[in-house]
Nanobody, 127 residues
Framework: EGKLLESGGASVQAGGSLTLSCRVS????????LAWFRQRAGFKREAVAS???????????SYRESVKGRFTITRDDADNTVYLQMTMLKPEDTAMYYC?????????????????WGQGTQVTVPS
């Protein structure tokens, strides 16, 4: 039902910062768990961060270990948008970043657990 569209991808120098945005349309963002995944060439898609909904849930946030202290996921349900603020970027952060949403599951789960997906936005951090 819901549709997702990411934006904000760019090439950023190591140590730099970048914020990605994901807009939810055709439904209210507040009804969903929202998450960010990334996929490096030759690797499986991996969950980066997730943010549980506040409606009937507690808004729990999770991060994979490799981005803790550097990335922050936030959501603005009034604007139907979820953000991924990235700082201290490293070459290994280079990947296609995807926004995902689900009505039921939430957390750093395999991609199969999320139903709704954006098309991705590229983040490149040159070595």
């Amino acid at each position: 039902e819901g549709k997702l569209l990411e934006s904000g991808g760019a090439s950023v120098q190591a140590g730099g910062s970048l914020t990605l945005s994901c807009r939810v349309s055709e439904d209210r963002a507040g009804r969903y768990c929202l998450a960010w995944f990334r996929q490096r060439a030759g690797f499986k898609r991996e969950a980066v961060a997730s943010h549980e909904r506040f409606e009937d849930r507690d808004g729990t946030v999770s991060y994979r270990e490799s981005v803790k202290g550097r990335f922050t996921i936030t959501r603005d349900d009034a604007d139907n948008t979820v953000y991924l603020q990235m700082t201290m970027l490293k070459p290994e952060d280079t990947a296609m970043y995807y926004c995902a949403a689900d009505r039921y599951d939430c957390g750093l789960l395999p991609e199969e657990r999320y139903v709704y997906w954006g098309q991705g936005t590229q983040v490149t951090v040159p070595s």
